[in-house]
């Protein structure tokens, strides 16, 4: 799992059929000290039904099995999901 700040939509005129409804979006993960800086490399992460955009901060899962268990389909051919949009993060003294 890792915090993430979405930045971007993505679209496909065509989708596995497992992935029909799900909202495709560019996530990149955030320095857990400095929310508003960005490191890593871009990943596409589906939203798991959570009604996350541009802009939000969210929980990401990169891990397949849960991933699926997060949008109730077992066949989907997904690995990261968005989990959850964070209203605040507190570290060491720090929101």
Same mark, same amino acid.
């Given at each position: 799992?890792?915090?993430?700040?979405?930045?971007?939509?993505?679209?496909?005129?065509?989708?596995?059929?497992?992935?029909?409804?799900?909202?495709?979006?560019?996530?990149?993960?955030?320095?857990?000290?400095?929310?508003?800086?960005?490191? *890593?490399? /871009?990943?596409?992460? &589906?939203?798991?039904?959570?009604?996350?955009?541009?802009?939000? @901060?969210?929980? =990401? %899962? !990169?891990?397949? *099995?849960? /991933?699926?268990?997060? &949008?109730?389909?077992?066949?989907?051919?997904?690995?990261?999901? @968005?989990?959850? =949009? %964070? !209203?605040?993060?507190?570290?060491?003294?720090?929101?």
């Amino acid at each position: 799992m890792f915090v993430a700040k979405v930045i971007g939509n993505v679209w496909a005129t065509r989708k596995h059929t497992g992935l029909k409804n799900a909202t495709m979006l560019l996530v990149k993960a955030v320095d857990p000290m400095d929310n508003n800086k960005l490191v *890593g490399e /871009a990943t596409l992460a &589906l939203d798991g039904n959570q009604g996350a955009g541009p802009g939000d @901060i969210v929980l =990401i %899962v !990169d891990e397949g *099995g849960s /991933a699926r268990k997060i &949008l109730k389909n077992s066949k989907a051919p997904v690995r990261t999901v @968005i989990a959850g =949009i %964070v !209203d605040t993060v507190h570290i060491t003294g720090k929101d």
